[in-house]
Every structure is written in C-alpha cells, then in structure tokens.
C-alpha cells in the first residue's frame, strides 16, 4: 500500500510505517477496530463491569505504591464520586503510572470490578486523554512494543483532515469500473452520503449505529474492489478447447470403473475443456476417492485430441507411482517422468509430462493443460508458472487453501466434489490433554502395539533448529524440546527398541523407502516423523496416528495427516496429544476437527479462520487477511458474499 507520495517527513513520526501506513491519506483508511462510549461515566465502582472496562472517575485517597504480590503491579487507595474507596490495581507501563500518579489525584480512566469474598478491587487499565472526555473514542490495533494506543489515535487523528480527501479520490479510483460512487453508496446502504461523512464517522463517530454503519460500509466497499481484483486481474484469455471423447473407451479398456462421482467429475471436466474460456476447476476429495484416475481421465483425454499437459505432484515418489499407474492405464500413450533425477535427455515432446517441482525448471513446449495434484503443497506461483493465456487448470486436494476456497466460493473455479471411497472407512478422532491424558494415551498404545497394531507418531519439527514454518495457528511458540523428533526418539526406543525407526525431510529417499518398507511388513511399529508423511508416502496397513502439538497446525494439516490411516478402508484412529490445557479457541477449533472428517467443512472452517489470503491474481498470499484498499482490515468470506450479488448485477449491466 506504499505511495509514491511518501515522504520521509511523515515516516520519521513514528511507526506508523510498521502498521502499513506510509503516507499522510492512508491514516483515512487505517480504520478502528472498537469504539469506547466515554459520552458518560461511572460514578460507583460497584457499578463497573467485571467484563468489560468502563469509563469512571477516581480520585487516589494514597499515593501509589510498587508492589510483587502476587506479581508485579501498581496499587493505590482510591474513591468514586459516592465517596465509596476501594483499591485499585494499575496494569500497563508501571513506571508511566508511578509518574503521573499523584496523591488526590482526580482521573478518568478505563476501569472494571472484580470480586473477591465480597470485597472489590477496581482494575485499571488506563487513563483516558481529556480531549476524548465526553466523546465516542476510536481504538486502533496497534503492534506489540510499538505505539501505545494513546500515540497511535493521537498521530491518525492528527493527520486525518488532511487524508480523507485523498482517500476519497483514491478509493473513487479503485471504484470506477462498478460505476458512479453515489450510486455505490446507495447500493452499500448509504443514500445520500458521501465518501467523506463515512471516513469521519469511522474515525469520529456522533453515535455508535453511525460507527457500525460507517465500518460496514467502508467494509463493503472494500470487498467490492476486492471482487473487481479478483475476477478481472490477469491478462486476457485465449481460447483452447477440447472435447473429450476418448475417455470412456480407455476406461473400458484398463477395466476401470467409475464411481457416480467420478462419472459426475468427467462431466464437467469435458463441459469446462470445451468452453473457449480456458478451464479454472477444482477438484475436492479424500484419500481413496479416486483424485489420480480423474488426474488421468484429462490428461489422456487431451493427448487424444493432440494436446499436451503437464501433471504436477508433490513428491518424486508419487510421481514415480503414478507414471506406474498411467502407463498401466494406458500403454499406448506417450509419456515422460520429469523429477530431479531426471538428465538432459528426457522426452519434454511428450503430451503427458509427469513430475515434480523439476517440471517448472525446465524449458517446455506448449503446455495445454496443468494438473496439480496436493495443490495445497505449492505456491500459488509454482502452481501457474507454466499457466499460460491458453492453459487450462485443474487442481485437487483433498482441503483446498483458504484463497483457493475463496476464488471457489465468488464463482472463478468450478467445483468437482469426490465423496465416494472404493473402500469405506470410518476414523474417530480422540483429544488427550495434559498429563491424564498422556497416560490414557500411552496405555492404549501399549496395548495396540501389544496386539500387533502399528502407529504413526508426528512431530512439529525434526529439532530445534528446524526454522521450517508450521503452517497452524500456534506455529511461531515455543517448541517443547520434547515436541521434536530428536527430542522424543529416544524415549520411544526406550520403550520400544528395534520396533521404533524414524523418518524427518533429512533422509534420502532411498533410506525412507527402506523404513516404509520395514514398517509395511512389520519390522517397525512404530514410526516417529514429522509432516514429511502429510503427502504421498503409502502406508496401507495403517491404522493409528499420534499427532503432537496439533495446535501449531492449520485444520488442512491435520486432515491431511488423518487422511494417512485405513487407506484400505476399516477403522481408523486419530489422537490429538495437547501437553496443556488449552485456550477457548484452541479447544473449539480441536472440537470442531474431532466432530467431523469432512474435507469440505474442514475447508470452509479453515477460510473462516485463517482468512482467504489476497484474491489479486499476481498474489502468492494464500491464506490471512485480504488487504484490497483498506490497510489492516481484514475481509472475510461473509463480506465478500455479501457484495457478490451487487457486483455481479452492476457487472452484468455494464456489459
């Protein structure tokens, strides 16, 4: 959002460089995220919210006083206006309080009760400016160690005059290809207003309904620009259809049935492929769904028709699996496997190019179609890098991204859902929490191994210098040095011995062959990993896994880890190991996992939770907030929704 306007006067004020805003104008759209009501205030402490801080009138009846029990604090005798005294505890900058706190001091602060035995301690968290006495006050989300709350609404409010023009012009800019503001406004819900009422009514509101309505629409407007980024971004495609019609004999031919949702999924494959609009379908499914033959069905169908595609998988193991299959499905056909491994002489002519990331480093013919299977193992970068104005583009998952999921939801991808399963299976997920629920753990799992059961047990990191970011919410705490493969190894092999192997990003891939195979046969039992099992490793007599710190994972992770068991249908198991005891939403969010194996629920949950990245179509930003023309507000799911009937109509109108 940086201007070519900035100057480095304004970004010597401070840091409001960190937040995003670099120019004077762009404190118009660095919006509040609350309101406080100071238009009154408390005048009997016992009144104030053990909730919510409330505004009230003190007067310190003692001088202040440091004290460590039960921990650090400032405390002091203080009084309301019914003459009713209490003590007071200060948070915040102690030694700030210290300074300015004065015996007979008479302040406004932020302040809210708690109760103990009947006796009530006010607790105060900060002193309120004079110049917000009486007013609606905005509070803006700051960065921790960075500008106090005070600095940060006194520098945005100082150079809010002088922005709101600027800010208008520019967002009228962004607005132009949806049509005049006015009738923009009217369409958010905001008749007869103008750009600037609804900047000062964020910022300085007369009533809190003019609060909400002004972020809400602001909120909408913003959404709406999003949406034109989003579907218009890109340059302009080129016709490349194809009918498919060879598919079916082939099937035939490989003695391959369909289920009815594969049968669907062609469908709308060879719907999509004949439009003269390239392809955008995503195709969502489990492990044991039938994802790969779909993969084939496009790929062989387009060769047929004397084009090319490029399949692109996550690993080289998967992608030699599939070479495998391909050719048994089809020997007729000309193929080549491009991996790291692969030399100079490989065949890049043919028309199904099968591989790995080593795809995208090399020099390729006209590629018609692009197939990426995991899609949510590549960037959005790797995934289009071979996409051309021509190129169609099918991605499977089995938990697309949050961006993807967005560009799914307003209508740039077409879905194809793969429920079905040629082995059905049920797996129940357990939650153990803290010391109890380790040894409820630990005892199940002896009596399983006891019985000839196998387990697979994943770890966030390989050890403490893996700097390799975790894709959870809780991804950037603290690591357990006993939440690390290093760290927990031994203590398997204690229990355990030559029953225990393990498998990080670190081995070879000959050496995790080697351990696959042993644990397939059952000369290990139990394999302690981490994520490198997420994607591609087949271990089909499979039936437990332990998955450690599931906090520092998204909810796809996690899908994607359960999806490891009963591959050959049956039962299946998956424990999530918590050390302690969880926050409220960490605890919904595992509740939530716990309660459902549906992919498409555990997608839209993890959109809703994570955000949809940036919808721009030169973005690599997959999941977290959406900034479009706003800074730090981040659209949601819902909002863009919201907007998409407005702007479809005023779209559909201007053609």
Known sequence: MASSKSNNVFLRV???????????????????????????????????????????????????TVTNRPFLMVKATVEDRERGQYQARFSGDLQAWMDSLKQGLVICAMAKARWWNETLTVLVKERIEKEWYGKLRPNYKGRPKGLTGSDLRRLIQQYLEEGIPDACERLVEHLAPLGKIDELLEEVGCPGWNLRTLFLQAHRPHTPEYWEHSISALTRLDALAGLHRAKAGGPKPISNPFHISTVEKRLRSAGISLTDDQTNALAVYRAALARKRPARVMSLGDVGTGKSLCIYMVAAGIADQGGRSMCLFPNSQLAVQMMEDFKHWAPDLEMSLVTSDSDASVNLEAPILIGTTALLTRKLPKVDAVLVDEQHRFSREQREKKVGRHTHLFEFTATCIPRTEA??????????????????????????????????????????????????VVYPRKNLNDVEAVEGMESRMETNPMHTVEGALPGWQAKFGDQVASITSDNTTEEKVATLDAFADGRINVLVTTTVVEVGLNLPGLYR????????????????????VARKGGEGHCELLCDDKLKAEQQDRLDFFCATTDGFKI????LELRGAGDLGSGSDRQSGADFVFLIGRKLSMADFSLVLP??????????
């Not at 004077?24 to 009154?40: F, G, N, V």
């Not at 793969?418 to 799992?445: C, S, V």
């Not at 997608?603 to 993890?606: G, K, P």
């Not at 407005?646 to 053609?655: L, N, P, S």
């Open 545 to 564: 896994i332990v998955i450690v710190d599931p906090t520092r994972y998204g909810l796809a992770t996690l899908h994607q880890l359960r999806g490891r």
């Open 407 to 456: 560009l799914v939801r307003i209508g740039l991808y077409e879905t194809v859902e793969l429920r079905q399963t040629f082995a059905p299976k049920t797996i129940y997920t357990h939650l153990h929490i803290g010391r109890e629920g380790r040894r409820d753990l630990f005892n199940m799992l002896l009596d399983d191994l006891k019985n000839g059961g196998r387990v697979l």
């Open 603 to 606: 997608a839209a949950r993890d």
């Open 14 to 64: 401070g840091q409001l460089a960190t937040l995003g805003v670099e120019d004077r104008w762009q404190t118009a759209i660095y919006l509040p995220e609350s309101i406080d009501d100071l238009r009154t205030q408390h005048s009997s402490a016992p009144a104030l919210s053990t909730e919510a801080f409330e505004p009230i009138v003190l007067r310190l009846v003692s001088a202040p």
């Open 646 to 655: 407005i702007y479809t109509r005023r779209m559909d109108e201007a053609a």
